[in-house]
């Protein structure tokens, strides 16, 4: 059974649902379960510190101070902790509260807002030195957040934006299996903002002269297959036909074909493509 199977994965937590809302034709709030977000957090892949220098790099071309940084489309947290490194002042903004939640429960000294992206109104403008936003503007309105973006950054600020594609396995029939599952079973109940996903953001356009991608990152992780069916588990296709087939087997069915294809605790190695998009705010 799916209850048993994902609490096997999760250290026997409870099973969970998703919540879609659309609010004032603005950011779109996913994860809304206290549960569905525990588990966003606890079994998305990380990015690699490349990331964050990548953008730190970037950011000196321009002699940017390291002053405020401003991660929108936080999430959990996980791409905001990584700029305390460098940013004297780091906020982390989305527009899920249950997402905030687990995020100030990681990550107490870093401040955690919820609002959506295309309101920026807590800040002050021209005050901050970096925006980022990592898979997540696919979500947004694109014109009122870029329009904020320019009010709030500095003359000289960068805009970052970033995500990765689809998971890639170390072993052909296993890719085979996790594509099937992924683009056949769960087709009807993928949002169609993921498209911008699986195209790495070819299609967008950030607002300043001159911005560049960057797509020669990636995110490497070696992981059990119990781990990896647990980050599948997250995936908001998944829970979306849990509601139309709450006692479908599907993927205990998956999980158990990958446990044949890497027998005794065998580990996979799952590789997530960086795509990149980097701007500048012109000076005055």
Same mark, same amino acid.
Request: with cysteine.
């Given at each position: 059974?799916l209850i048993?199977l994902?609490?096997?994965?999760l250290?026997? +937590?409870?099973?969970?649902?998703n +919540?879609t809302i659309?609010t004032r034709?603005m950011?779109i709030?996913?994860?809304?379960?206290? @549960?569905?977000?525990?588990?966003?957090? %606890?079994?998305?892949?990380?990015? /690699?510190d490349?990331v964050?220098?990548?953008?730190?790099d970037?950011?000196k071309?321009s002699?940017n #101070?390291?002053?405020?940084?401003? #991660?929108?489309?936080c999430g +959990?947290? %996980?791409?905001?902790y990584s700029l305390?490194?460098?940013?004297?002042?780091?906020?982390g903004?989305d527009v899920s509260?249950k997402?905030?939640?687990?995020?100030?429960l990681?990550y107490? @000294?870093i401040?955690?807002?919820?609002? /959506?992206a295309? #309101?920026l109104s807590?800040?002050?403008?021209?005050?901050?030195n970096l925006?980022t936003?990592a898979?997540?503007l696919?979500?947004m309105n694109?014109e009122a957040?870029?329009?904020?973006?320019?009010?709030v950054?500095?003359?000289g600020?960068?805009l970052?934006?970033y995500?990765?594609?689809?998971?890639v396995?170390?072993?052909?029939?296993?890719?085979?299996?996790?594509?099937?599952?992924?683009? %056949?079973t769960?087709?009807e109940?993928?949002?169609?903002?993921?498209?911008f996903?699986e195209q790495?953001y070819?299609?967008?356009h950030?607002?300043?002269d001159g911005w560049i991608?960057?797509?020669?990152?990636?995110?490497?992780?070696?992981?059990s297959v119990?781990?990896y069916?647990g980050?599948?588990?997250?995936?908001s296709?998944w829970q979306k036909y849990?509601?139309s087939?709450p006692e479908?087997? #599907?993927?205990? +069915?998956?999980h158990?074909?990958l446990?044949?294809?890497y027998?005794?605790?065998?580990?996979m190695?799952i590789r997530?493509?960086?795509?990149m998009?980097?701007g500048?705010? /012109?000076?005055?």
């Amino acid at each position: 059974m799916l209850i048993k199977l994902c609490g096997q994965l999760l250290s026997r +937590t409870k099973q969970y649902t998703n +919540t879609t809302i659309i609010t004032r034709n603005m950011s779109i709030r996913l994860f809304e379960s206290s @549960d569905h977000a525990k588990y966003y957090a %606890q079994f998305r892949p990380d990015y /690699p510190d490349t990331v964050v220098k990548s953008i730190v790099d970037y950011c000196k071309l321009s002699n940017n #101070d390291f002053g405020t940084a401003i #991660d929108i489309g936080c999430g +959990t947290g %996980q791409s905001t902790y990584s700029l305390k490194t460098y940013f004297k002042n780091v906020i982390g903004v989305d527009v899920s509260e249950k997402q905030i939640e687990q995020a100030k429960l990681k990550y107490h @000294d870093i401040k955690f807002t919820v609002g /959506p992206a295309e #309101d920026l109104s807590f800040l002050e403008s021209g005050s901050v030195n970096l925006i980022t936003t990592a898979q997540a503007l696919h979500w947004m309105n694109h014109e009122a957040f870029y329009e904020e973006v320019d009010r709030v950054l500095r003359p000289g600020g960068v805009l970052a934006v970033y995500g990765y594609g689809i998971p890639v396995e170390n072993k052909k029939e296993a890719h085979n299996l996790v594509s099937h599952f992924y683009s %056949q079973t769960l087709s009807e109940y993928w949002s169609k903002e993921r498209k911008f996903i699986e195209q790495h953001y070819q299609s967008f356009h950030l607002p300043y002269d001159g911005w560049i991608r960057n797509d020669g990152l990636e995110i490497v992780k070696n992981w059990s297959v119990d781990q990896y069916t647990g980050y599948i588990t997250s995936w908001s296709a998944w829970q979306k036909y849990l509601k139309s087939y709450p006692e479908s087997k #599907d993927l205990q +069915t998956l999980h158990e074909q990958l446990l044949s294809l890497y027998p005794n605790d065998e580990i996979m190695t799952i590789r997530w493509p960086i795509f990149m998009l980097l701007g500048t705010k /012109p000076k005055a």
